[in-house]
């Protein structure tokens, strides 16, 4: 069944729909919120209320991006919520001393490095350099969403990225010496 087909269901409450749009998009919604949140209760608790509001604001989708995206930015935001909800420690930074930086496009690492080193390394990361770059890096989004997304400027954004993947380079560098490559 198609997933059109399945929204309009579920928003006329049919159960059966709404089941089966869950069981279509369950796994890879928890890949997700798993990025963000890595204690395994917390990123089920975040995608279930994900969905809890995907389901209550179902009439706001108008279909310019596929559902999958649509949930995928929900899920996306339910985690930052949880993350600011529990008031991790982040860098504090005073936005009127960032500089803007120059964008490096031909950001690169060495092949052998595994994507599991790059996602460990990226979770060591500061706070608001990680979600910054798991964000542009993983899923793709560019300044302006990631300035709406954090509710931080786009400047703040670019800074964060360029910083983030500044250490990330430093740390899967030291992993490379580190281990006789």
């Not at 990025?35 to 179902?58: G, N, P, V």
């Amino acid at each position: 069944m198609s997933d059109l087909l399945l929204i309009e269901q579920c928003k006329q409450s049919n159960r059966k729909a709404q089941m089966a749009l869950y069981g279509k998009y369950c796994d890879g919604m928890f890949v997700i919120a798993q990025r963000y949140l890595k204690d395994t209760a917390a990123a089920e608790d975040a995608m279930q209320e994900a969905f809890i509001k995907a389901f209550q604001k179902l009439s706001q989708f108008k279909g310019d991006v596929t559902f999958g995206a649509w949930l995928k930015r929900i899920v996306i935001n339910t985690c930052l919520d949880t993350i600011k909800a529990r008031k991790l420690e982040t860098e504090s930074i005073n936005e009127e001393v960032l500089t803007i930086v120059e964008m490096d496009d031909n950001w690169s690492i060495t092949d052998e490095t595994t994507i599991s080193e790059v996602l460990t390394a990226i979770d060591e990361l500061p706070e608001n350099y990680k979600i910054t770059v798991k964000l542009f890096l993983i899923e793709g989004y560019d300044h302006q969403e990631i300035s709406e997304i954090l509710q931080i400027s786009e400047n703040a954004s670019r800074t964060y990225l360029h910083r983030g993947k500044t250490k990330l380079k430093e740390k899967l560098k030291h992993l490379r010496y580190g281990t006789g490559y």
